[in-house]
């Protein structure tokens, strides 16, 4: 069997060169060939894992939920996906605390090697596609508009000092969501789509089915332009509480999303596009290894 392992150098707060070798060994304990590709650049390991379909059995990926994603939206469309195992070392890895992968790289080796694999939905948005949350409004910038230093200075607190900054200069989303069945419309602090146990380092939705076809959207209203305080203490409650006590909640597996031209919206914490967008989930969409 062949495996390919592609790893981002600026992930997380420790460089990753220094595991590599360890990895590479471990690997060949169970893989005849493991090929090692470092992303070199904003979205290369999307390209990267593009080429490694019909070439190789298994993807490990070892970076953030970005650098995932960037996977995902390689192999999305492929026929011959390889099997992806997952080595979280980012800031806040959400998708590795859903999977319940170690954080310990040692430990998530095992897994890869000793795991099983389980079907796992994905979603498209537009031309683009995502694993885990899909979301605008309140907090949904700080992701992708933290400093690279600040995060690997303080880690995920540096979310927290960026994202406090802009909390009453946010624009609340002027959105209507179209579904079989009915529409809802109106201004919102925070919208929220969902197929993760864990968002931000908080775990909102521990009973998430992660390849049940359905994502989790969450609602949270607002009235004025600005995201009020109001709005501000319902997303707070949001992730103190889960999402159960907050917002208008569906679980919808295709809609279409209509709101302004200019609405950043964030898929698996990076900038992904502005303005509307047609959403569907991707049924068991990869195969990932988990304990």
């Known amino acids: 069997m062949k495996c390919a392992f ?15 070798d360890y990895i590479v060994n471990k690997l060949l304990s169970k893989y005849e060939v493991v090929d090692v590709f470092p992303s070199q650049k904003p979205r290369h390991a999307t390209l990267l894992a593009k080429e490694a379909c019909g070439r190789y059995d298994t993807l490990v990926v070892m970076g953030g939920d970005g650098t995932l994603s960037e996977v995902i939206n390689g192999i999305a469309e492929e026929e011959n996906k390889p099997v992806i195992g997952y080595i979280p070392h980012g800031t806040v890895n959400d998708v590795g605390h859903s999977l319940k992968l170690p954080r310990n790289v040692k430990k998530c080796i095992d897994v890869i090697l000793k795991g099983k694999t389980l079907s796992h939905d994905i979603f ?37 000092f960026h994202g406090c900054k802009k909390l009453l200069k ?45 994502m989790d959207i969450l609602l949270v209203k607002d009235k004025g332009k600005k995201v009020s305080m109001k709005g501000i203490f319902k997303v707070f409650s949001l992730f103190v509480c889960g999402l159960q ?47």
Do not use: W
């Not at 919808?252 to 989930?281: K, P």
């Open 124 to 160: 498209k948005a537009n031309d683009k596609y995502g694993i885990y949350v899909c979301c605008a409004g309140l907090f949904t910038e700080t992701s992708y508009s933290t400093r690279q230093k600040d995060k690997k200075r303080i880690g995920k607190l540096a979310y927290f």
């Open 245 to 291: 006590r907050q917002g208008i909640r569906l679980r919808l597996d295709r809609f279409t999303v209509e709101t302004r031209d200019d609405e950043v919206i964030n898929i698996d914490g990076e900038n992904a596009f502005t303005g509307g967008f047609d959403f569907q989930v991707l049924k068991n969409g990869i195969e990932i290894i988990v304990p």
């Open 6 to 20: 592609i790893y981002n150098p600026n992930s997380g707060k420790v460089k990753q060169e220094k595991y590599k």
């Open 170 to 214: 946010t624009n609340s989303v002027d959105l209507k969501i179209s579904f079989d069945g009915g529409e809802i419309e109106g201004r919102f602090a925070f919208v929220l789509v969902l197929n993760s146990r864990s968002v931000a380092g908080f775990k909102i939705n521990g009973k998430a089915k992660l390849n049940d076809g359905k």
